[in-house]
Structure formats: C-alpha cells, structure tokens
C-alpha cells in the first residue's frame, strides 16, 4: 500500500458525460501527479498541482481540468467524453520540499471505462 | 524532451533464474533520476528500485539491481532467482533533477512484460 488513494476504482460511463476522479496524496505530500495510461499512448504524464498550486501540463485535453483543494486532495475532471478517453487514470504523489524532484509513489488507479 | 526506450516487449524467465530487463534513454540533462516501477496484474504502479544519476554505485534492492551506464544512457534492471510474484509490465521511467518550470513528471517507456514460469 503506497498511502495513495484514489476514488473511484472502477467508472462506467457513456460518450457526453462527464466524471470527477479524486485523489487523496500521501499523509505530508505536497505535489500531485495525474497520469494516464491506455494502450495505444502508454503512460502518460497529464498534470501536475503543488500545495494548491498547479505547476505543469502536459499532454492533457482542454475537456480536461484538475485541482488541488487546501487539504491537499485533488480531483481531475473529465468532460464531454468520448471513448478514446476509455483509460487507467492515476495519481502519485511526492514529498520533496518546494515541489523539486523526488520518488513519486502511486495510487491504484481508477478505470474509466466510456461506453 | 526526454525519451525513454525499452525494446523487449516481452520477456519470459524460469522461477529461480536470473532475467535482466533492458532501458535506453535520451536526455541532455546532466543531472536526473531514474527508476523501474513495476505494474502486476492488479494494475498497481510499485516502485521497484530508483538510481540517481550522479551516483556511480547501482542501486540494489534485495533480489532487484540494476547496471547503470552513464555515459551509454543505459539502465537495465536484473531480477535474481525469479519468483511467481514477478510475473508484471515492468516499465523504465526518467525525472530531471532539476526543472527550472518547476515540473518533476515522469517520461515513461512502453514497458516489458514479464512472465516467470514455474
């Protein structure tokens, strides 16, 4: 067990619709990390939110929006889904000081599966 | 940009042998992490073994060691006297040590699967 949450583990959903997928860090992490990984793209790195703050983007879609609340738990929201958006969706979180680089422990994921 | 290659797809192993996983990688940093995470059928991303890059010592954890070539951008990951519970994707993964950006993501590779047979 990483200390990672994320909820929930599994979300059927149908093309349109809209979920929230939650992440509660590691007890003192500061960072967040969402990933996800599909089997055509692999893993990749979505976004990135520091003590509330966000500090990187990466390959994620503008249907696509996350946040860090002030107890540290984040949610990633998916909008307007369409079937490609059919993934493992996971966060990780870190606890290097100013956010700087560090071992990122992860989550168990939830599937989101767009039917 | 960082990449991250891993060119066995698959691997298989007999319980108890040794197997060791192949990593390239291409950066201009001069300074950065390194790591093997492994994803079991469960799906779970675990943290197998990290390495800096400013270290000449490869890292060891109990039955897991890697070979860390520097200068070749090589990171291969041996597995000793495989068990059952190895049977995962095992994926290669690169973080700068620096970021003036302030963003420390991982760049993944595709991943090798492992398969340990009894």
């Known amino acids: 067990d990483s200390g990672v949450t994320q909820t929930p583990k599994h979300l059927i959903t149908a093309t349109g619709q809209r979920v929230t997928l939650r992440c509660s860090p590691r007890?003192?992490?500061?960072?967040v990390y969402w990933y996800q990984q599909s089997l055509d793209q692999g893993l990749q790195f979505l976004i990135q939110?520091?003590?509330?703050?966000?500090?990187a983007k990466g390959n994620i879609l503008e249907r696509f929006s996350a946040q860090q609340f002030p107890d540290l738990h984040s949610e990633l929201n998916l909008s307007s889904l369409e079937l490609g958006d059919s993934a493992l969706y996971f966060c990780?979180?870190?606890?290097?000081?100013?956010?700087?680089?560090?071992?990122?422990?992860f989550g168990p994921g939830t599937r989101l599966t767009v039917l | 940009a960082q990449t991250v290659t891993q060119s066995q797809p698959e691997m298989s192993v007999q319980e108890a042998e040794t197997v060791t996983l192949s990593c390239t990688y291409d950066?201009?940093?001069?300074?950065?992490?390194l790591f093997w995470y492994k994803q079991p059928p469960s799906r779970q991303m675990i943290l197998v073994i990290r390495?800096?890059?400013?270290?000449?010592q490869n890292a060891t954890e109990n039955r897991f060691s890697v070979n860390f070539q520097k200068a070749a951008k090589s990171f291969s990951l041996k597995i000793s006297d495989s068990q059952l519970g190895d049977t995962a994707m095992y994926f290669c993964?690169?973080?700068?040590?620096?970021?003036?950006?302030?963003?420390?993501?991982?760049?993944f590779g595709k991943g090798t699967k492992l398969s340990v047979i009894p």
């Open positions: 993964a690169f973080m700068p040590a620096y970021s003036g950006a302030g963003s420390y993501q991982l760049t």
């Open positions: 939110y520091y003590n509330g703050e966000e500090r």
């Open positions: 990780a979180s870190s606890s290097r000081a100013r956010g700087g680089a560090d071992t990122q422990y």
């Open positions: 390495q800096e890059a400013y270290k000449q």
């Open positions: 950066t201009s940093e001069s300074n950065y992490y």
């Open positions: 007890s003192g992490d500061l960072s």
